[in-house]
């Protein structure tokens, strides 16, 4: 029994260390957004839409593959995780969002939201957990622990007649 409660304590203690960093507030951001996300682990790859909205006091993060099929919906509000809707709990794809939006805080704001982070003018990094790589303001890479790779590149906004 002292074994199992020690083992549910390692578990829990564990889940809460692989919590995503999230900043104090959140950075301002051109919002909406809507961004191609290309997943690559080794040779397997995945493309998915990713919108993001503002939400009252917060952010809705709703990601669907390229059939309409949500795969996770997810709301940031008071720097808490909130499930949207009735998809199961996703930490790959809150993992994705919290260095996504590391990703997209502008540079005058890094240093105050993520003061652990380092930057240069194409890339910047927090830690070994997030490395992002620019091509230009919405148009990036970002390599993530256990060998996850994503190019996220914008999608138009308006649609031509």
């Known amino acids: 029994m002292k074994r199992l409660l020690w083992l549910a304590c390692a578990l829990l203690l564990s889940a809460c260390a692989s919590r995503p960093p999230l900043p104090a507030q959140l950075p301002a951001l051109a919002?909406?957004?809507?961004?191609?996300?290309q997943r690559q682990q080794g040779e397997q790859r995945q493309d998915w839409l990713l919108v993001v909205q503002q939400l009252d006091g917060g952010l809705r993060w709703s990601m669907i593959d390229p059939l309409g099929i949500p795969l996770a919906r997810q709301r940031l509000v008071d720097g808490q995780w909130q499930a949207d809707g009735l998809l199961p709990p996703n930490p790959e794809a809150r993992e994705l969002f919290a260095a996504l939006l590391f990703a997209l805080t502008d540079d005058q704001q890094l240093a105050t939201l993520y003061?652990?982070?380092?930057a240069t003018a194409s890339?910047?990094?927090?830690?070994?957990?997030?490395?992002?790589?620019?091509?230009?303001r919405n148009d990036l890479t970002l390599d993530l622990e256990h060998g996850l790779h994503y190019r996220?590149?914008?999608?138009?906004?308006?649609?031509?007649p």
């Open 115 to 118: 003061p652990a982070a380092t």
């Open 31 to 37: 919002l909406p957004l809507q961004l191609h996300v």
């Open 123 to 136: 890339d910047r990094q927090l830690g070994q957990r997030w490395h992002a790589h620019y091509r230009s």
């Open 152 to 160: 996220i590149s914008p999608l138009p906004t308006e649609v031509s």
